[in-house]
């Protein structure tokens, strides 16, 4: 590499939550720089998921958490050419990029979801991830299945 590498920016932590998981959140939930406004949605959805994270005995924000870890995938596959041929190989994902596609994959399908407002679908996204199910759940098994698929052309790991 020719230029170094950039510095990992602070996130200073949310104001309702305390936390810094959640402000990541909303900045990969931000368009155009508004910020408040993603914080609004993303509030929202916690206020309608909060009657569920009751019922389990949790808080809210433990509630998300379990959600996005449930979404978490621990391996992708990349491609490699080697000799003239294309292969898919499994790889491990950095822990820092887990969260990171994890939290993109839940905006991606909340966002695909039918309903009202963002904060609605945000909502049942989270529900969904938390139960199990939903479209970043599947996102996240389909990828396994592919690395497990390729786990021969692991010996081509860069």
């Known amino acids: 590499m020719r230029k170094a590498k950039p510095k990992k920016r602070i996130i200073l932590p949310d104001p309702r939550f305390n936390d810094v998981l959640v402000t990541q959140f909303v900045n990969n939930l931000m368009y155009d720089g508004k910020k408040s406004i993603a914080y609004g949605i993303f509030y929202s959805a916690m206020d309608r998921v909060a009657p569920k ?24 596959v ?3 050419r080697v000799g003239g041929a294309t292969f898919q190989v499994p790889t491990e994902i950095r822990p820092d990029r887990k969260v990171s596609l994890s939290m993109k994959n839940m905006i991606l399908f909340s966002r695909k979801r039918s309903g009202k407002s963002m904060s609605d679908k ?19 098994e389909d990828m396994h299945k592919m690395a497990d698929a390729n786990r021969a052309f692991a010996h081509f790991r860069f």
Do not use: C, H
């Open 78 to 80: 990349k491609s490699r």
């Open 53 to 76: 994270a009751e019922q389990e005995g949790k808080s809210v924000v433990d509630y998300w958490k379990k959600a996005i870890e449930n979404i978490t995938p621990s391996v992708e």
């Open 122 to 140: 945000l909502a049942a996204e989270i529900i969904a991830a938390y139960n199990m199910e939903g479209g970043a759940f599947k996102k996240k």
